[in-house]
């Protein structure tokens, strides 16, 4: 047995009984199989990278994705007569001398995962011109292994099991290639071409259509909070968002000036119906020539600064929309194909002409820009800092980041970029592009947050101030059905803030739109959902969405849209804490019910149901209850009939008990019940032992001060939560400038602890009041009020 210490480099080359050369590496080995080279490396004590590459090759490979440097280890290594054994504390790797598979334990041998037996392979590949391999290596799983993650999936699976997928990035499908296992590993596979993953009864299988290596790491959680921990460890943590980014938003595609904007923020406010985001798509540029000039061209948009200050005055917030692409006639595409820094392949849009579909007797000549480039970056941020960040938006609309590439022929694939073929680093490119506008608003001011929402991601683009949203999607109740688990799959690749349009984008399947009394209960159950999002946001095509465009205050339709646009808002604090245990500690937001209770193994492909936070369980209405076919004068027609109220089945996940949101009833875990779900309810239950904070009645998330909040108690079971706050809108919380006040339940002795505030930041509130509401199983809820001035508190019933 050997001590391998990372600070020194240990070089004990031999010739082992097989005839390989095996060195000791500072964090692992290295070692020639057969015809091939293998790397162990540890990065810590849990995450192991393990590169296989054919001897020829010369590796120099650099990750795009992965940030972590190797830790400070004292492994272990141990020679048998069959295997290379690497060991850390946690976590130990042994390679078979025969035939280079690998292998992962913990340190009493108990088997985690393995390689399938000699299934590595790299096959000769013409890349663009450039010799290379395709790679592929696939993986033994148990028969009954649940694996989660791999992005952005329109399958409504919730285990990725028993599947065939064609990675590429697309409008609606978003890939990272990475899962994890109910078992509580993880494994990324760091490869950006086309990739093809396989799951049978026989193995588990990345097959990639470039690389010069086989380069996977794996990881080890126990659990899937853990798992997440460690790819973030892996990858980058992820920022906090501002306050104001979890109320709602409003867009639609599009509104065709500034004055239609500020007239939508006008009448939320004369409604009286919270609103804190607006949002404008394209065209505010002019025309397709000008696409994604990031200028306001457009006539109906005369005095942009006007615009975003109006907004500003009326207490909400602009994004905007801009683009991987750029028209002829832009400054951008100017200097972008003087420096040969353009792909050339088919983009949206097709045409010059604003027409569908596109008159390609005027092509618009659009076409995408090489993020690889780092130049190219800077370009695109010099172009988008002096047109529009200049005016004080307050975020970026990032479309088509995956890109749009429409009429695929395999040789545009062959588009050079910085980095090599488009085809090698394919599937990294929103990662490139998002990255490149977050890393250049950190570096100009630190005064302002980034906020960007985009269309796609890859593996760690957690780190780079992005919310992901589901594509553009055709309304339908198939399609809502569908982002539940979508979401909670990308959730679980350790990319926490997913969202989606609420609604659907596309309104083909609804010919009446907004007559169609099947879509407004298929918007308003969607909005429902929307609303236990990490973003609540209404968008689409074909018709507007805005909450008056449903009816009026005292119709079911609009009520039922306002009593959850209200919820949300009431939900803030326990929402912005969430998201500051995202940041600090790891978590997610949006939690498939494995995360919680991997005990229960019916959770563990429920893919219908999910937990906000760790408190609250969330069941989404996602069938249509009220609305009837009817007959009148040979003429077939949709009614909404709401005489009768129909139910929802919902699992209540067992080990705990679990409180009615609207009722407070009380009622015991592992079993299904039904739910009477009116149109302005969906089920939604609150863990035993939850404690939540409950915000003020507003029309915007800062309106008012959190100094009166309801803080909500669900006895049966010891719980804590911590509340957390700060400035709302910089990065002070990165120099320490927050407070966090610890809440904490004991079942035993009936007492609820209020700990010492700890931290400090610019307008903290130093006093405040807490209404202390305990809710219990007699449905008898008990109320105290309490001064709170930062002082530890004990409260008994």
Known sequence: MKNIYWIAIISLAFIDSFGQNKVNTDTGIKTEILSNSIEIQFLSPTIVRVLKYPKSIVLDKKSLAVIKKPEKLNLKTVESESFYIVSSNKLKVKVNKKNADVSFFDPNEKPFFAEKSESSEFLPANDAGENTFKVSQSFQLESDEAIYGLGIIQNRKMSQRNQKLKMIQGNTDDYVPFFQSVKGYGLYWDNYSPTNFIDDSNETTFRSDVGNCIDYYFMLGGSADGVVAQMRDLTGQAPMFPLWTYGFWQSKERYKSQEEVVNV???????????????????????????????????????????????????????????????????????????????????????????????????????????????????????????????????????????????????????????????????????????????????????????????????????????????????????????????????????????????????????????????????????????????????????????????????????????????????????????????????????????????????????????????????????????????ENGTASKLQDFSSIKSTQVYLPANTAWYDFWTSKKIEGGQTISKETPLDIIPLYVKAGAIIPIGPKVQFAEEKKWDDLEIRVYTGKDGAFEFYEDENDNYNYEKGAYSLIKFKWNEATKKLTIDKRKGTFKGMLKSRNFKIVFIDSENNPKIKTINYKGEAIKLGL
């Not at 073929?421 to 490149?436: C, D, H, I, Q």
């Not at 609804?510 to 209404?538: A, H, I, V």
């Not at 219908?608 to 069938?623: A, E, H, R, W």
Request: charged share 20%; with cysteine.
């Open 265 to 631: 923020v006008k009448k939320y406010r004369e409604l009286g119906v919270p609103l804190d985001g607006i949002i404008q798509d394209w065209q505010y540029w002019g025309d397709n020539y000008h696409w994604n000039a990031m200028e306001f061209l457009n006539p109906e948009f005369p005095n942009p600064q006007k615009f975003v200050e109006d907004v500003h005055q009326l207490n909400a917030h602009l994004i905007i929309s801009i683009w991987s692409s750029f028209g002829p006639q832009t400054k951008p595409f100017q200097e972008l194909k003087s420096k040969g820094m353009l792909m050339d392949f088919a983009t949206w849009p097709l045409s010059g002409k604003d027409v569908w579909p596109p008159d390609m007797n005027f092509p618009s000549g659009v076409v995408v820009y090489d993020a690889y480039n780092p130049e190219a970056r800077d370009i695109y941020w010099k172009y988008l800092k002096n047109g529009l960040y200049s005016l004080g938006i307050d975020g970026w609309w990032m479309d088509s980041t995956e890109p749009d590439h429409l009429n695929h022929q395999d040789k545009d694939f062959d588009n050079k970029t910085f980095l090599g073929s488009f085809r090698k680093v394919r599937n990294a490119y929103p990662l490139m592009t998002v990255g490149g506008v977050y890393d250049h608003q950190r570096s100009t001011s630190s005064d302002k947050r980034v906020f960007i929402l985009t269309r796609s991601a890859f593996a760690g683009q957690q780190s780079k101030g992005a919310n992901t949203w589901s594509g553009d999607v055709t309304a339908s109740w198939d399609a809502l059905k569908n982002q539940i688990p979508a979401g909670l799959n990308f959730s679980m690749t350790g990319i926490p803030y997913w969202n989606s349009d609420i609604g659907g984008f596309f309104l083909n399947k609804f010919p009446k739109k907004l007559q169609d009394p099947n879509y407004t209960e298929l918007y308003t159950r969607w909005l429902q959902f929307g609303t236990f999002c990490p973003m609540m946001r209404s968008h689409g095509a074909d018709a507007p969405r805005e909450i008056y465009q449903f009816g009026k205050k005292g119709e079911v339709v609009y009520d039922a849209i306002e009593k959850f646009i209200n919820l949300r808002y009431s939900l803030l604090p326990y929402i912005y804490s969430n998201s500051y245990e995202v940041t600090a500690n790891q978590s997610s937001m949006m939690r498939a019910l494995v995360m919680d209770f991997p005990l229960d193994k019916r959770t563990h492909d429920i893919n219908n149901q999910y937990m906000f936070g760790k408190s609250l369980l969330v069941i989404p209405v996602t069938d249509p209850m009220y609305t009837k076919d009817v007959v």
